[in-house]
């Protein structure tokens, strides 16, 4: 049988007495995440492309970064930091704040024309999308702490609350952590399902965080009708020397960043194709 959030609580606190945990993962989505009806040349819909990001961030950081965040709501003037209120100059600055900060970043971006006959095996149900796109995220996750020889015990996950079905996220992955199908889902061995809870912005601060980076994968991919053909990697660029990255080469791909499940899948505007396949993360070693 597998623990209930209240036992995962408990047991955690048996390992880790008086001691909070070293990392938190903040998590949230750009794009709409709906699969029936998606928007081409032809009529509207769903965005094509969506996009999830998780920033994780040393729990001794934490206060010291929701405070980072205040001063920046006062220096704009608003009440908060999602970036669909933002200029884009702002969430330039915005990413400058996140680039000085300690923090590793995971993305993933997904066209949703390649889900061929799974989006009809689910049904063409958005919530398993979303929580299929999180696994993705989690696997990569998974691979840092793997990577820095952290166990699961060290990580709590908190997703933007957007009304999706996060109990049968925590199945997906406690099932997925059973049977081990593949390299990706054996890093997620590293994170325990029952640390995964959502909370509203409003209630986390540090979820602007993930939004910011959410949002400007997406801005990357975004052919909306207001994207007037530009597609702007501005963003990412300010921040991609957070990027979980290969320590060696420095290349992100299937490390910080998944594309599902290559770049070629994507279909990308070739300046953008470029633009990532010569990411490069200086520095990706350290944590």
């Known amino acids: ?48 492309y969506m996009t999830m990001a998780g920033v994780l961030i040393p729990n001794s ?30 969430i330039v600055r915005f990413a400058k704040v996140l680039a000085s900060c300690r923090v590793k970043i995971f993305a993933v971006i997904s066209r949703k024309e390649t889900l061929g006959e799974y ?3 689910i049904g063409k149900n958005d919530k398993m999308y979303y929580n299929k796109c999180a696994q993705y995220l989690l ?9 820095h020889d952290l166990k699961e015990e060290h990580l709590e996950v908190i997703f933007e609350d957007g009304g999706f079905d996060y109990g049968k996220l ?8 059973r049977t081990l199908r593949n390299a990706g889902t054996e890093y997620l ?39 007037f053909g530009v597609f702007e990697t501005r963003y990412v660029a300010e921040i991609k020397d957070k990027i979980f990255a290969d320590p060696k080469s420095g290349d992100p791909l299937k490390w910080g960043i998944f594309p599902i ?14 633009f990532f396949k010569g990411l490069r993360v200086e520095k990706a070693n350290t944590s």
């Open 1 to 48: 049988m597998g623990l209930t959030w209240n036992m995962w609580q408990l047991q955690r606190d048996k390992i880790v007495v008086g001691v909070t945990l070293n990392y938190t993962l903040f998590v949230d989505e750009s794009g709409q995440s709906g699969i029936t009806k998606i928007r081409d040349e032809m009529r509207g819909g769903a965005s094509p």
């Open 61 to 90: 950081k934490l206060v010291e970064y929701r405070l980072d965040l205040q001063r920046l709501v006062d220096e704009f003037g608003k009440k908060d930091l999602h970036c669909s209120k933002l200029n884009h100059v702002q």
């Open 119 to 121: 989006r009809e095996e």
């Open 139 to 147: 696997e990569r996750v998974g691979r840092f702490m793997a990577t």
């Open 170 to 177: 925590r199945a997906l992955i406690s099932k997925c952590r």
């Open 189 to 227: 061995r590293y994170v325990n399902p029952y640390s995964i809870q959502a909370k509203a912005k409003g209630e986390e601060p540090l979820l602007q965080f993930a939004d910011l980076v959410a949002h400007g994968f997406f801005k990357c991919v975004d052919d909306g009708p207001s994207s």
């Open 261 to 274: 499940h290559s770049w070629c899948d994507l279909k990308l505007n070739e300046e953008v194709l470029g």
